[in-house]
């Protein structure tokens, strides 16, 4: 009998992730073993927000980034 897969653990951090980086819209694929995940922050007037945004793309040299 094969062992059914759990996603709660994966979809809890995938969920996560996105929360921590304002994506509410985004688009969820899952291939083999790896998920895709494609959406944008939300805009916000926050210069808070639009500073640690900005940081983050800086860090990353892309406005792409792969979720690990």
């Known amino acids: 009998?094969?062992?059914?897969?759990?996603?709660?653990?994966?979809?809890r951090a995938?969920?996560?992730?996105?929360e921590a980086r304002d994506i509410s819209v985004f688009e969820?694929?899952?291939l083999a073993d790896n998920y895709?995940?494609?959406g944008t922050p939300e805009q916000t007037s926050?210069?808070?927000?639009?500073?640690?945004?900005?940081?983050?793309?800086l860090r990353s040299g892309s406005s792409a980034a792969l979720l690990a």
């Open 1 to 11: 009998m094969a062992a059914a897969r759990r996603y709660d653990e994966d979809l």
């Open 14 to 18: 995938i969920g996560q992730v996105l």
């Open 28 to 30: 969820l694929k899952r």
């Open 36 to 38: 895709v995940i494609q």
């Open 46 to 57: 926050s210069l808070r927000s639009k500073v640690r945004q900005w940081l983050r793309r």
